[in-house]
């Protein structure tokens, strides 16, 4: 798990590339990534996007809802022990797993 985050979650940190490295080979083992930022499973952003209706119709209410179930932004096989770089924006929370 990876977050990058400014003490009181203000918006001001300039996005950045991280790259993950581990001590042993990975190849050929699955990897999955996770994200939690402005653009990827954020609610929230979205009901502003949508006006922040007072009384959200069940139409918005399942887009909303789907919104915020955690699903994976990327999928891979790894080809060593370093994964692809991570482009971490202020108060993004990462997820990875390898299997």
Do not use: H
């Not at 990058?4 to 699955?30: C, H, M, W």
């Not at 402005?38 to 399942?62: H, I, V």
């Amino acid at each position: 798990m990876l977050t990058y985050a400014e003490e009181n979650f203000r918006e001001v940190l300039p996005a950045i590339s991280e790259v993950v490295s581990f001590t042993e080979d990975i190849t050929g083992k699955q990897v999955t990534v996770w994200c939690i930022d402005k653009e990827n499973t954020n609610p929230y952003r979205l009901f502003e996007k949508m006006g922040s209706p007072q009384c959200p119709d069940k139409e918005q209410l399942a887009i909303l809802r789907n919104e915020g179930a955690l699903k994976p932004v990327v999928s891979y096989v790894a080809d060593g022990s370093t994964l692809q770089p991570l482009q971490l924006t202020a108060n993004c929370v990462y997820f990875v797993t390898v299997e």
